[in-house]
C-alpha cells in the first residue's frame, strides 16, 4: 500500500512539473497578457514535430531582414547572434524532435542491453541480479510466449527483428511520459533564453507521428509478404485465398486476400499505436490546461488528479501498445507460412 501510494504521488509530482512547463510554452505566456488563453494551440505545439538542429545541403541560407525571409517559414533557426534564418532550396535534412528523440531512444536501449547481455552471457545459469534478470525474463517472454506461439515454434530467424520492435516502440512510449525537462530549467533561468537540454529533450512521443508508425507498419507489410514468399514459394500467390473457396469467387477473393488485406492490417497497425499514444496526451494537456483557461483554484485539485491518474494509466499503455504491435506482427507473419 505504502509503494502503491509512494508510485501516485510521484506521478502527480510529475504532473505539477509538467504543469510548470506547459505554463513556460509560448502560447500559454503570450496569453498571460491579456489575450484568451488558446488550449487548442498549446495542445497542437506540443504534439507536432519541428526541426531543431539545421542541416541543409545546398541551400541558401537566408537571413531576416532580406527579401527572401518568410516569416512564416516551419524551420526558422537562431545563430550565434541570435539572428533569425531559413534556408531556401537544396535538400532539407533537417533533425527534427522526433529523429532526436529516437536517436536518444536507440542511445538509452544500447546502454540497458550491452551491459545486460555482457553479464548474462558470462554465465547463462548464474543469477545476476534484479536488472539483467528483469531484462532476460522480457526477452524470454517475447520470443517464447509471443514470437514461438504466433509461428508455430518456427519464429527462431524473427527474434532479432521482434525484440528490436518491441524495445524501440517501448522506449518510444515511456520517453514521450517524461516532460520536457529542458523547459522546466528555462522557467528558472535569469536570461530567459532556452536551456540546451530543451533541444534535445522535447518530451514529445515518437510512436506519436503517422510517419513513424506507419514506417513500422511497411516493414511489417514487406515481412509478411516476404516470408509467405520464402515458406510457400511462388504458390503463395494462388495460396492467399483460403483453401475450398468456389471457383466463381476465386477472382474476387484473390485482390482481397493478396493485397486488400495486408494492407489493411498494416492500416490497423498504424493507427492504433498512433491513436492510443496521442489520446493520452490530448487528455493530460487539456486537464492541466483548464487551470489556465478557467483561472479558478477549484479546478487545480481535479486537473492535478485527473491528469495524474492517467499519467499512470499511460504507463500501462505503453508496455501494452508495444506488446499489442509485436503480437499482431507476430501472428500476421506466421500466417502466411502455409495455407489455410
Known amino acids: ?32 497578457e491579456g489575450e484568451e488563453f488558446d488550449l487548442n494551440g498549446v495542445i497542437v505545439h506540443h504534439l507536432s514535430d519541428a526541426p531543431v538542429f539545421p542541416l541543409n545541403f545546398g541551400g541558401e541560407k537566408v537571413y531576416e531582414g532580406s527579401a527572401g525571409f518568410d516569416p512564416n517559414n516551419s524551420a526558422i ?26 536517436w536518444i531512444g536507440c542511445l538509452i536501449l544500447l546502454l540497458i542491453f550491452i551491459p545486460a547481455a555482457s553479464k548474462i552471457s558470462k554465465n547463462p545459469m548464474k543469477v545476476n541480479g534484479r536488472f539483467a534478470n528483469g531484462v532476460e525474463a522480457l526477452v524470454g517472454f517475447i520470443k517464447k510466449d509471443v514470437v514461438d506461439g504466433s509461428m508455430h ?9 521482434m525484440l528490436t520492435l518491441f524495445f524501440f516502440i517501448l522506449s518510444g512510449n515511456l520517453m514521450g511520459i517524461i516532460p520536457p525537462i529542458g523547459e522546466i530549467f528555462t522557467l528558472f533561468s535569469d536570461a530567459g533564453h532556452h536551456h540546451p537540454l530543451a533541444l534535445v529533450w522535447s518530451g514529445i512521443t515518437t510512436t506519436g507521428d503517422v510517419s513513424v ?22 504458390k503463395f500467390i494462388p495460396h492467399s485465398v483460403p483453401n475450398g473457396v468456389p471457383l466463381a469467387l476465386w ?65 500501462f499503455v505503453a508496455f501494452l501498445q508495444a506488446y499489442i504491435f509485436v503480437l499482431l506482427t507476430s501472428i500476421f507473419v506466421g500466417s502466411v507460412m502455409h495455407r489455410h
Not at 500500500?1 to 504521488?9: A, E, I, S, V
Not at 511489417?220 to 514468399?229: A, D, E, R, S, V
Request: charged content about 10%.
Open 1 to 32: 500500500m505504502n509503494q502503491f501510494m509512494n508510485f501516485r504521488l510521484n506521478q502527480i509530482l510529475v504532473t505539477i512539473i509538467f504543469s510548470l512547463f506547459l505554463f513556460t510554452n509560448p502560447v500559454v505566456a503570450s496569453s498571460t
Open 77 to 102: 533557426f537562431h545563430d550565434s547572434d541570435h539572428k533569425s534564418y531559413h534556408y531556401v532550396g537544396g535538400l532539407d535534412m533537417h533533425i527534427t524532435k522526433r529523429v532526436t528523440m529516437m
Open 153 to 161: 515454434g518456427h519464429g527462431h530467424a524473427y527474434y532479432h527483428y
Open 213 to 234: 508508425t506507419v514506417s513500422l507498419a511497411i516493414m511489417t507489410f514487406l515481412l509478411i509478404m516476404g516470408t509467405g514468399f520464402a515458406y510457400q514459394g511462388i
Open 251 to 315: 477472382p474476387l477473393m484473390w485482390p482481397l486476400e493478396f493485397i486488400v488485406s495486408p494492407l489493411a492490417k498494416c492500416f490497423a497497425l498504424t493507427v492504433r499505436l498512433l491513436a492510443n499514444m496521442t489520446a493520452g496526451h490530448v487528455i493530460i494537456l487539456a486537464l492541466i490546461g483548464f487551470i489556465f483557461k478557467f483561472q479558478t483554484y477549484y479546478i487545480v485539485p481535479v486537473a492535478i488528479v485527473g491528469a495524474g491518474a492517467i499519467y499512470v494509466l499511460e504507463i
